[in-house]
């Protein structure tokens, strides 16, 4: 390491152990309104946001708009002979609050199908980037590129009122939704089937138009995809891209470019590349074990191991639920429904049984059991879409829907810049020597 990594790598070892030893003494001590613990832990736990579409309850899961995900299963319009919500009535009850009808859906989706044209030289920034380049940075570089067309920032430019800037948002948030299919299926069809692009149909609702645009035409994957977009639309304010779109949009930046910022936080490992983790993980177990479906002791033995070795099993685990994952529940009964005798998804099933047992011997883990990411990549591979690295551009389409309905709501109620305080660890010090008053600008 050159001087100045050096020295940066033991400063910081030093401040860590100092932050360690503060935590253990004072870390339940109260800090302006949270603990020193939550100021720097991440900020778990402390209420500090309003988000009008969705609740995280730690025993329900999900709830949009006071509804739980099998609620809406039952109540959501569904696609001509379909049985999965349309995602377009999630939409509209996240924005509206109110369940929507039959012809209040399909109003939506006759929106949606006007504005998915997307510029010619969106493809041509997409073409631009070596191919090898991660669908989710080709994702969102494609969401930048379509800032041109942001009516928010056009309207801003010419000094928009500020009553009106819900109006230019929701504008935008229409038109992005609306064309993100058509950019993720581009992307897709780019990186995957060797350029050979499928136009839309303008026939199809919104996620059946984006199945036929990556090229699955059953109706058992337009179902999938149905069910995917709604239960993965929206998860409360405080997971980092929602928590990002939101902060980005606070400074006034258009839709756009809020979007963007979320997307790039979901490509995090610990927040939407953790479905690809977990198809990945899977994957590694059965060419270690030599089969194409593990026995349950077998997959026990491959948990520990990889306890073992300092690493976690993808998948398990959330920092709010502490129960089954309500949306890891719908995915599976959707496997039961089309296809359950796929070995892939029965070794999901038998991991949700070996796993939360051997989690919960280890005494230290709140949530052993299993989130929206431990199923999802299962079902994807029974229907052909083996490339686990574009999962997350999915969850990104369909995340679309919840944090861009929340930013309508943001710029409606006139929110304002979010502008946490801060301080520095020497400042908490000082103030529990009592050298010094902590909070104040």
Not at 101 to 122: G, K, L, M
Request: glycine residues 8%.
């Amino acid at each position: 390491m050159d001087i100045i990594k050096n020295a940066f790598k033991a400063k910081a070892d030093q401040v860590g152990a100092e932050i360690k030893e503060l935590l253990k003494e004072h870390g339940n001590k109260k800090i302006g309104e949270v603990t020193l613990s939550q100021a720097y832990q991440g900020m778990r736990g402390i209420t500090g946001l309003v988000t009008e579409t969705s609740l995280l309850d730690a025993q329900e899961g999900i709830r949009f708009r006071g509804y739980t995900i099998p609620e809406l299963q039952a109540k959501l319009p569904k696609a001509p002979g379909g049985s999965e919500p349309l995602p377009e009535g999630l939409f509209y009850l996240m924005l509206l609050g109110e369940l929507p009808n039959d012809e209040q859906a399909n109003h939506v989706t006759s929106i949606w199908q006007r504005r998915s044209h997307v510029p010619t030289h969106v493809f041509h920034t997409i073409e631009a980037l070596p191919l090898s380049t991660h669908p989710m940075t080709q994702f969102v570089v494609a969401i930048m590129a379509l800032q041109t067309e942001s009516t928010f920032s056009k309207r801003y430019a010419g000094g928009m009122s500020k009553k009106d800037y819900w109006e230019a948002t929701f504008d935008d948030t229409m038109d992005l939704i609306a064309r993100l299919p058509r950019i993720a299926a581009y992307i897709y069809r780019r990186k995957y089937k060797m350029g050979e692009h499928i136009q839309p149909n303008g026939l199809l609702d919104w996620a059946g138009n984006f199945a036929h645009m990556m090229g699955y035409d059953s109706e058992e994957f337009k179902e999938l995809m149905r069910l995917y977009m709604t239960i993965h639309a929206d998860h409360e304010g405080g997971n980092v891209s929602a928590h990002a779109t939101h902060l980005v949009g606070s400074a006034l930046s258009d839709p756009y470019l809020s979007f963007a910022a979320g997307m790039n936080g979901l490509a995090g490992p610990l927040h939407g590349l953790a479905n690809q983790e977990v198809i990945k993980w899977i994957f590694e177990m059965r060419e270690d074990l030599g089969v194409e479906e593990p026995s349950k002791t077998q997959i026990e033995e491959y948990v520990k191991k990889t306890l073992s070795e300092g690493k976690v099993v993808p998948g398990y685990g959330h920092a709010v639920l502490r129960k089954t994952d309500p949306r890891y529940t719908a995915q599976m009964e959707f496997g039961k429904k089309h296809l359950p005798d796929d070995p892939l998804v029965k070794t999901v099933w038998n991991i949700y049984e070996a796993v939360p047992p051997i989690l919960q011997s280890l005494g230290k883990i709140k949530n052993p059991w299993p989130n929206v990411d431990a199923h999802s990549g299962a079902l994807l591979v029974h229907y052909g879409m083996v490339e686990y690295e574009f999962y997350t551009v999915l969850f990104g389409v369909s995340r679309a829907l919840g944090v861009l309905a929340s930013l309508c709501w943001d710029r409606a109620l006139g929110f304002p810049l979010e502008r946490p305080k801060s301080v520095t660890t020497d400042l908490v010090k000082l103030w529990l020597e009592g050298k010094d008053e902590i909070w104040g600008d």
